[in-house]
């Protein structure tokens, strides 16, 4: 499980929680009306702006949130790739066929396997290629999804205060009724902006930064896989493959500076 997920989840809903509590606000905030319009309208212009065949995939990307998939290191990749360089210079590439059992990664396998298959390295490349735009548009897809939701539901926000403001003008003259229409007002508010701030968006830019990750130690792998076929000795897999782990740490300390 991302502990970090959770802890921030918890922190952010303990102050929201706290904050209402001391303004006697939280006995007003569940009001269903204002729930439905915001998570229901909010739903409704997902389906209408993405088909089926991306919207399949948001389950997976919820529990990928909450249990991120384990993926080596950049620096794992790299020392698991110049092994292999080393093992293809003295034995010759068909003898990295007893190592494919032991990578830390599914496509570096698939690379390896193909490249001791003997497939042409031209053929290797864009098959490496194609997998990689492939992944990175699966997982854009996703991101768009939430970051869509957090940009709708402010605006759903912003009809329901219309709404209860209109509901407010109508029964100007009887004040209870007054007091009810603003409830959906100002919930409707609070709710739009609270999903986009503290579930969509979050939920997107994490999902970007585990896409940036994978796509990342794809590209590793498959500078560092054509560089071996190319027969290129150890030292200068190991070099050629030292920017992509320069980026790695930089991205890292990126993240952790956030």
Same mark, same amino acid.
């Given at each position: ?143 768009? =999804? ?8 402010? =605006? ?15 029964? =100007? ?10 409830? =959906? ?74």
């Amino acid at each position: 499980m991302d502990f970090m997920t959770l802890f921030g989840g918890m922190l952010g809903i303990g102050v929201i929680v706290f904050v209402l509590s001391a303004g006697g606000m939280l006995r007003f905030l569940l009001n269903w009306e204002a729930i439905i319009l915001i998570f229901g309208g909010t739903l409704g212009s997902i389906m209408i702006a993405y088909p089926w065949a991306a919207l399949q995939w948001t389950k997976s990307s919820f529990v990928m949130v909450l249990f991120p998939p384990k993926r080596p290191p950049i620096s794992d990749l790299v020392r698991a790739l110049v092994s292999l360089a080393e093992i293809g210079k003295k034995n010759g590439l068909e003898a990295i066929s007893a190592e494919l059992h032991r990578l830390p990664h599914p496509f570096m396998t698939d690379a390896c396997q193909m490249m001791v298959d003997g497939v042409d390295i031209h053929i290797l490349r864009e098959r490496m290629e194609n997998d990689i735009n492939t992944t990175r548009l699966r997982h854009q897809q996703q991101t768009n =999804i939430f970051n869509s939701a957090g940009t709708f539901a402010p =605006i759903f926000g912003l009809l329901g205060t219309l709404i209860g403001v209109v509901q407010v003008l109508r029964n =100007i003259s009887n004040p209870q009724m007054m007091g009810s229409s603003m409830a =959906i007002a100002m919930t409707a508010s609070f709710y739009g902006i609270f999903s986009a701030n503290f579930i969509f968006l979050p939920i997107a830019s994490k999902l970007g930064f585990y896409s940036d990750e994978d796509i990342l130690s794809r590209e590793v792998i498959a500078k560092g896989v054509l560089s071996i076929y190319d027969g290129d000795v150890p030292w200068l897999v190991s070099k050629k493959l030292e920017g992509y782990l320069s980026l790695a740490l930089r991205r890292k300390a990126k993240a952790a500076a956030k």
